[in-house]
């Protein structure tokens, strides 16, 4: 089973200011790599796929990168609606996984 | 608009069963392959089955393999979980999500499940 690692587990920032969140598997999931953002009492939201592609709808300041283990979730300038759990999600093999989430909060 | 409505929910005893629906609509149900994603209270999210747009292909996690089944209605744009032998670790918010590339796209509002005496 792969597991993925999210850091940091709690993120405080301030609207405006640029946000990186990271997720490491413990084996290569090549670009199989999502990103989900999950505001309290609604479903998750899927914003990036395979590693880099914003899904549709989802706002440039969005951006993903990485491959193999390492991936960065970036949110070049936060807006106050994006404050928010975020969740990274592989699948390899038929299989599929989530890091345990990033909390970004407001500083 | 995609439409992911999820019924069957509710409350059953340590042991029991319960069959949970998905309804989808505003799109063609036929093209995508469909999941279930399970969330416990306060906790994470956690992937529990998965199944191709003409059956062909089911996979499970290993924490359900050999109590839930996946099975897909294509003429009523439906996918259901059977859940048998539940358990108190099974207890969560179940949601339906559409495929896209290895994640998930579209999701339901979720049904909660309670497996609790």
């Known amino acids: 089973e792969i597991v993925l690692t999210q850091s940091p587990a709690t993120l405080s920032l301030s609207p405006g200011e640029r946000a990186t969140l990271s997720c490491r598997a413990s084996?290569?999931?090549?670009?199989?790599l999502a990103w989900y953002q999950q505001k309290p009492g609604q479903a998750p939201r899927l914003l990036i796929y395979?590693?880099?592609n914003r899904a549709t709808g989802i706002p440039a300041r969005f951006s993903g990168s990485g491959s193999g283990t390492d991936f960065t979730l970036t949110i070049s300038s936060l807006e106050p609606e994006d404050f928010a759990v975020y969740y990274c999600?592989?699948?390899?093999?038929?299989?599929?996984?989530f890091g345990q989430g990033t909390k970004l909060e407001i500083k | 608009e995609v439409q992911l409505v999820e019924s069957g929910g509710g409350l059953v005893q340590p042991g029991g069963s319960l069959r949970l629906s998905c309804t989808a609509s505003?799109?063609?149900?036929?093209?995508?392959?469909m999941n279930w994603v399970r969330q416990a209270p306060e906790k994470g999210l956690e992937w529990v089955s998965y199944?191709?747009?003409?059956?062909?292909?089911?996979y499970y996690a290993d924490s359900v393999k050999g109590r839930f089944t996946i099975s897909r209605d294509n003429a009523k744009n439906s996918v259901y979980l059977q859940m048998n032998s539940l358990r108190a670790e099974d207890t969560a918010l179940y949601y339906c999500?559409?495929?896209?590339?290895?994640?998930?796209?579209?999701w339901g509002q979720g049904i909660l499940v309670t497996v609790s005496s």
């Open positions: 999500a559409r495929s896209l590339k290895g994640s998930f796209d579209s």
């Open positions: 505003g799109f063609t149900f036929t093209s995508y392959s």
């Open positions: 199944i191709t747009s003409s059956t062909t292909g089911i």
């Open positions: 084996q290569s999931v090549s670009s199989y």
């Open positions: 395979d590693a880099f």
């Open positions: 999600q592989q699948r390899t093999n038929w299989q599929y996984s």
